[in-house]
């Protein structure tokens, strides 16, 4: 079960190599929207960066900790009403210490977030 409880599903995985494909879907009555705004609900980014981390979780079978993160830039606003199925792109590479993730996210064309995390193993 997802640290955020049931903020999202995750709909469709698939890895190929060092690349992942996350399909998922917003959980438009989760409780993080009644004060993310009340009369207008956007996705907060520190939810984003954590649904990050648990795909990369799934897929390495190991329990992470964000090191670092860089060069974060949010392009959309994502509406869990208007937009609530995302696609996530990551690009995940092992390092010395755990995994480098370059993410970008994005819900039909619109490209709502690119980011780059290190992650630590626990």
């Given amino acids: 079960m997802s640290k955020l409880d049931n903020l999202y599903q995750l709909d469709d995985l698939r890895v190929v190599d060092t690349s992942a494909t996350a399909k998922i879907?917003?959980?438009?009555?989760?409780?993080?929207?009644?004060?993310?705004?009340?009369?207008?609900?956007?996705?907060?980014?520190?939810?984003?960066?954590?649904?990050?981390?648990e795909i990369t979780e799934k897929i390495t079978e190991k329990t992470l900790f964000m090191q670092s993160a860089s060069n974060i830039k949010f392009m959309a606003i994502i509406n869990p009403f208007k937009t609530p199925k995302l696609e996530l792109q990551l690009e995940i590479t092992e390092t010395d210490e755990g995994y480098k993730v370059r993410n970008t996210s994005k819900f039909e064309e619109t490209v709502a977030l690119k980011s780059t995390s290190n992650f630590v193993t626990k």
């Fill in 25 to 53: 879907t917003i959980n438009k009555d989760h409780i993080v929207f009644d004060g993310h705004f009340p009369d207008n609900p956007v996705m907060p980014g520190v939810c984003m960066m954590q649904i990050i981390k």
